[in-house]
């Protein structure tokens, strides 16, 4: 578990303790199992309706991975590696070496976008094709983000819902009981507001906003893919599309001993010569 997740527990933990000890009764005054159900229900069966029930399921299901923040992320320092290798294949007409070193991909974009450009694809045909392309692939992470933002709209209304019913309850049995037991009836009642306001602002705005940052970081890394794909196509020497990648933050070390580590590792990548760019 990463630095900032327990940091962030033990600052949940801790807030959870403050609230808990200003309750002005007991320290289970907080707890409202029928109300806590009305909100959770009552918000997943609202986005089972409004959203395919498959893709909600798998959503509920990988919540521990993008909580911890190790959901699917890609692998772009490798990606690039051998963006530029095929690169180099394509401009030394090596095909039959290039055919092979695609089947390796694991990034699907690339290997389209290389296969394209072995069948002789015109410039413009390979960019429709790989921005399309580019859109399925971030699709999957917007719809998860989607059905978050989905249930903080739906979860205060149904914290709303249960203290209305709450309070119908308590006007129902107005004539038959006291004033204490009518205000241990509505603040019991009003805990599903509280509970469907934590819902929304503490786990489905914060995830939603944390799997929105990471489809823009996934979105500028395939954009980055597709320029070097397009330098490809135009044969643009390996080197020339390494300095572009550079120049998008790519190796992201700085460092005088780190750049002398990363020109070997590529000058041993590419066989060619440091000096020449077409």
Same mark, same amino acid.
């Given at each position: 578990?990463?630095?900032?997740?327990? +940091?962030?527990?033990? #600052?949940?933990?801790?807030?959870?303790?403050?609230?808990?000890?200003?309750?002005?009764?007991?320290? +289970? !005054?907080?707890?409202?199992?029928?109300?806590? #159900?009305?909100?959770?229900?009552?918000?997943?069966?609202?986005?089972?309706?409004? =959203?395919?029930?498959? /893709?909600?399921?798998?959503? $509920?299901?990988?919540?521990?991975?993008?909580? &911890?923040?190790?959901? *699917?992320? +890609?692998?772009?320092?490798?990606?690039?590696?051998?963006?530029? *290798?095929?690169?180099?294949?394509?401009?030394?007409?090596?095909?039959?070496? $290039?055919?092979?070193?695609?089947?390796?991909?694991?990034?699907?974009?690339? &290997? =389209?976008?290389?296969?394209?450009?072995?069948? &002789?694809?015109?410039?413009?045909?390979?960019?429709?094709?790989? *921005?399309?392309? &580019?859109?399925?692939?971030?699709?999957?992470?917007?719809?998860?983000?989607?059905?978050?933002?989905?249930?903080?709209?739906?979860?205060?209304?149904?914290?709303?819902?249960?203290?209305?019913?709450?309070?119908?309850?308590?006007?129902?049995?107005?004539?038959?009981?006291?004033?204490?037991?009518?205000?241990?009836?509505?603040?019991?009642?009003?805990?599903?507001?509280?509970?469907?306001?934590?819902? !929304?602002?503490?786990?489905?705005?914060? #995830?939603?906003? /944390? #799997?929105?940052?990471?489809?823009?970081?996934?979105? !500028?890394?395939?954009?980055?893919?597709?320029?070097?794909?397009?330098?490809?196509?135009?044969? /643009?020497?390996?080197?020339?599309?390494?300095?572009?990648?550079?120049?998008?933050?790519?190796?992201?070390?700085?460092?005088?001993?780190? /750049?002398?580590?990363?020109?070997? *590792?590529?000058?041993?990548?590419?066989?060619?010569?440091?000096?020449?760019?077409?």
């Amino acid at each position: 578990m990463r630095f900032f997740t327990v +940091f962030n527990v033990t #600052l949940l933990m801790l807030l959870g303790s403050v609230v808990v000890l200003i309750s002005p009764s007991h320290l +289970f !005054a907080l707890i409202n199992v029928p109300g806590l #159900l009305v909100v959770l229900g009552g918000t997943l069966c609202a986005v089972m309706l409004s =959203k395919p029930q498959h /893709k909600v399921l798998q959503l $509920l299901r990988e919540l521990p991975e993008i909580i &911890r923040g190790q959901a *699917r992320a +890609f692998q772009g320092r490798a990606e690039f590696k051998q963006l530029l *290798r095929c690169a180099h294949l394509y401009r030394s007409s090596q095909t039959r070496v $290039l055919e092979q070193e695609i089947k390796l991909a694991q990034q699907p974009l690339l &290997r =389209k976008g290389v296969q394209l450009i072995l069948d &002789r694809c015109p410039l413009d045909d390979v960019n429709n094709i790989m *921005r399309k392309e &580019r859109a399925r692939l971030l699709i999957p992470n917007q719809e998860k983000s989607q059905i978050l933002r989905l249930m903080s709209s739906y979860a205060p209304a149904f914290g709303m819902l249960g203290t209305l019913l709450g309070m119908i309850h308590m006007l129902y049995g107005l004539g038959d009981v006291g004033l204490d037991e009518v205000g241990v009836t509505m603040g019991f009642a009003l805990l599903t507001t509280l509970y469907g306001l934590v819902v !929304a602002n503490l786990v489905c705005k914060p #995830l939603a906003i /944390k #799997l929105e940052k990471r489809t823009a970081e996934h979105a !500028a890394h395939l954009n980055v893919l597709l320029e070097g794909l397009v330098m490809m196509h135009e044969k /643009k020497h390996p080197l020339v599309i390494r300095d572009m990648l550079e120049a998008h933050g790519i190796p992201a070390e700085n460092t005088p001993e780190t /750049k002398k580590a990363i020109k070997s *590792r590529f000058s041993k990548l590419l066989p060619l010569a440091a000096s020449h760019v077409d």
